[in-house]
């Protein structure tokens, strides 16, 4: 393992990255009893790999090391939470910044905020304080994670929108962005009716 960009630390990043998503499978399964409804739908959680990680030090004109991998840059863990509606994404970030020894760096709000292109999800960078060793020698250590939590409609449009950006060869490129901003907002508008419905029904208990 010490041949990555991680070096000595890359089975402590899998113990980090592991005891994360237990909080947030804990807090899911906590809700799921006291409501019958979970927080999210779905959940996926990766390591960035050797190659990407030592891609993005060169981008950023930073030394391909593991300080730089896991100080410098914070996406060495990469989480991605997808919820059927709109308030559980609200939900879910409460929960994780309840999550004991978490702080949040960084937070961007692409669904209240959304991007040009029609791309809505909520972005999260959390410094995460763990009882292992870090890259700077440190116990209890912090490593960071990125959390990106979109509903099941954006994460659809953000597949396509992602399949668009790395196809070189496309035909009618400019239509193709047309037609995905305004599906973007038609989904917008969906997500939004979904949650309104789902107000209504739970209103009624």
Not at 79 to 90: A, E, T
Not at 113 to 135: A, C, F, Q, T
Request: aromatic share 8%; with cysteine; proline share 3%.
């Amino acid at each position: 393992m010490t041949d990555t960009i991680y070096g000595t630390y890359a089975p402590i990043l899998q113990h980090v990255m592991a005891d994360l998503a237990a909080h947030i499978k804990s807090y899911n399964a906590a809700l799921k009893e006291r409501t019958g409804e979970g927080a999210y739908e779905h959940f996926i959680y990766r390591i960035k790999t050797n190659d990407s990680m030592k891609e993005k030090c060169s981008r950023k004109g930073l030394p391909q090391t593991a300080q730089s991998a896991l100080w410098d840059i914070h996406d060495a863990i990469g989480l991605r939470i997808v919820c059927c509606f709109l308030q559980d994404i609200y939900t879910n970030i409460d929960q994780i910044k309840a999550i004991p020894g978490c702080r949040v760096i960084e937070e961007k709000d692409y669904i209240k905020h959304v991007k040009p292109n029609g791309y809505r999800s909520y972005h999260m960078i959390i410094e995460l304080e763990v009882p292992y060793e870090d890259v700077k020698g440190n116990t209890p250590g912090h490593y960071f994670a990125e959390i990106q939590l979109r509903t099941i409609a954006m994460d659809s449009w953000a597949s396509l929108e992602h399949q668009m950006k790395y196809k070189h060869d496309i035909k009618n490129p400019e239509l193709i962005v047309r037609e995905l901003k305004r599906c973007a907002d038609e989904l917008a508008s969906c997500d939004v009716s979904m949650q309104t419905i789902r107000n209504l029904i739970h209103a009624d208990h």
